[in-house]
């Protein structure tokens, strides 16, 4: 696609329920990035994918939170047994290469955990 | 390991006067330098970036800015603000080289524009 699509824009889950989140990079980019905003804690690295491999999970808060990336393109952000602390926007990015010279972000998904 | 700080996480400007936007940075390695900006309820746009050929830098929408090495500084500056430049800016710093993007932001700074 012309850019990072991301879905759905917004999302409110009752605390304890497992949301997806989903990233459409830009076609044939092979890196893709997952990036958490939130008022106490700013801009957060997540995830780093590389075709179907993540080589950098560091970012990941908890066992709750998991990512896949199928056929080098679509990935998934899952939360498990959400909690109100994972109220924030989600957001995705994708580069042709590794990302070093910078990358295309979403618009993003806001997340509401009540 | 890397950061990055922004001073001044609100400024406010006069429609035409000078935009500067405060970001020192600390790396370990020559780091690659960017500078991101988000409208409101939108994702972050790619203003600007360095990556260790010409130390001044010039952006879209007329924003530059000067890596200095000596100062650990890549502030962002435009001459003359224009309404539209009212938006939060994010200075970021990579120190993976071009094979690996993780990205270490700063808090942000919420530039307001006056009439």
């Known amino acids: 696609g012309a850019g990072v699509s991301q879905s759905p824009s917004n999302k409110v889950t009752e605390k304890g329920k497992d949301v997806e989140l989903r990233c459409d990079p830009i076609?044939?980019?092979?890196?893709l990035y997952w990036y958490r905003q939130s008022l106490g804690q700013g801009l957060e690295f997540l995830i780093y994918f590389q075709g179907n491999s993540a080589p950098d999970k560091s970012g990941l808060p908890s066992d709750r939170f998991s990512a896949e990336r199928t056929g080098g393109s679509v990935s998934t952000l899952t939360i498990q047994r959400t909690q109100q602390e994972d109220s924030a926007v989600y957001l995705c990015a994708s580069s042709q290469t590794g990302g070093g010279y910078g990358y295309t972000f979403g618009s993003g998904t806001r997340l509401t955990v009540v | 390991a890397q950061s990055v700080t922004q001073l001044g996480s609100h400024v406010s400007v006069s429609e035409g006067a000078l935009v500067l936007l405060r970001c020192n940075y600390s790396s370990s390695v020559p780091p690659y330098l960017f500078w991101y900006v988000q409208y409101p309820n939108q994702g972050l746009q790619l203003l600007l970036k360095y990556t260790s050929a010409a130390t001044l830098v010039k952006g879209i929408n007329g924003f530059e800015a000067e890596f200095k090495k000596s100062e650990t500084s890549f502030h962002l500056t435009k001459p003359s603000a224009h309404m539209s430049d009212a938006a939060e800016y994010f200075c970021?710093?990579?120190?993976?080289?071009?094979?690996?993007?993780?990205?270490?932001f700063g808090q942000g700074t919420i530039l307001t524009v006056h009439p």
């Open positions: 076609s044939g980019h092979t890196a």
């Open positions: 970021a710093v990579n120190a993976g080289g071009t094979s690996y993007g993780k990205l270490t």
